[in-house]
């Protein structure tokens, strides 16, 4: 099935904050369910979660017409390291709510978080991805992330339908043609 691209009337990205928490770890817990979102076997506690993502590219996209309090989806970023050297290198989390999968939320809300950090100064994106998700490779790629390699068998799923399998992850990346250029 093609993914449709919602116009811009119909998707609106904004900042997230601390009241879409309940919305935004929802979401969150779907893409635990399916087993091919993460290694997380538990959705993080707000604080847990406001405290590991940068406060500086953190979105979330609503559809015309939806419930108020109703994502379609959320954007953030994690530091992947505390030296200085690194401060322009963040890790993508990108989850798109179960109702709305295939709808292009999810191509919306990355170009808005690619904007958004390089706004901040970020230069380097990565993400790490199940070879078995390919809409998220695909949604990736399809924004200019290119894949370095394949970790394999890097960990063993807890939870899930892949429950107790070594798991391999894709990882990708995307460097900024803005930031850090010079």
């Not at 538990?42 to 994502?71: I, M, S």
Request: contains cysteine; charged residues 20%.
């Amino acid at each position: 099935m093609p993914e449709i691209e919602p116009s811009a009337s119909a998707t609106t990205i904004r900042a997230m904050t601390a009241d879409d928490a309940v919305a935004v770890l929802d979401i969150y817990a779907e893409g635990i369910a399916t087993g091919d979102a993460t290694f997380a076997e538990t959705v993080p506690e707000w604080d847990a979660f406001d405290h590991a993502h940068l406060a500086e590219a953190r979105l979330v996209a609503e559809l015309a017409g939806a419930p108020v309090g109703r994502l379609a989806g959320w954007a953030a970023l994690a530091p992947t390291s505390a030296r200085t050297v690194y401060a322009g290198v963040c890790e993508i989390s990108i989850y798109v709510a179960a109702q709305t999968r295939g709808q292009g939320v999810g191509a919306v809300l990355m170009a808005a978080v690619v904007r958004a950090s390089e706004a901040a100064g970020i230069w380097t994106l990565q993400a790490g991805i199940f070879p078995e998700n390919k809409a998220s490779i695909r949604l990736h790629e399809g924004a200019g992330f290119r894949v370095l390699g394949t970790r394999s068998r890097v960990g063993r799923m807890a939870h899930g339908p892949r429950i107790g399998q070594w798991r391999d992850v894709v990882l990708l990346e995307r460097r900024s043609t803005t930031v850090g250029a010079d």
